[in-house]
């Protein structure tokens, strides 16, 4: 099994600044992408960030130009700096990674536990 686990949240004033962490661990032949979710009470997930071998960063709209995801590969770990929060990005964050146990196997979606956000006014 791949396991995550994420930390870095916490209480934030607005216009702070929180970077979270997330480590895979476990049985992991390759990392194929990592990405940030996140859902707020009463609201559906939503993609946050996520980084792919390969390619470009992708962001939601909402968070373009404030968030920053990068990825420590030798570590299976991927990092998301949060600057410029707002109350707005009071959430819980999911750390999800695209693994493979076995290199004949396709890739599964893993989830971490949840890390909370909260961002005063």
């Known amino acids: 099994q791949v396991q995550l686990v994420e930390s870095g949240g916490g209480l934030v004033q607005a216009g702070g600044s929180l970077r979270l962490s997330c480590v895979a661990s476990?049985?992991?032949?390759?990392?194929?992408?990592m990405t940030w979710y996140r859902q707020a009470p009463g609201k559906q997930r939503e993609l946050v960030a996520s980084?792919?071998?390969?390619?470009?960063?992708n962001y939601v709209d909402s968070v373009k130009g404030r968030f920053t995801i990068s990825r420590d590969n030798a570590k299976n770990t991927v990092y998301l700096q949060m600057n410029s929060l707002k109350p707005e990005d009071t959430a819980s964050y999911y750390c999800?990674?695209?693994?493979?146990?076995?290199?004949?196997?396709?890739?599964?979606?893993?989830w971490g536990q949840g890390t909370q956000v909260t961002v005063s006014s």
């Open positions: 980084i792919a071998s390969g390619s470009s960063p």
């Open positions: 476990g049985r992991i032949f390759s990392i194929d992408a």
């Open positions: 999800n990674a695209l693994a493979r146990r076995w290199s004949w196997e396709k890739a599964y979606d893993y």
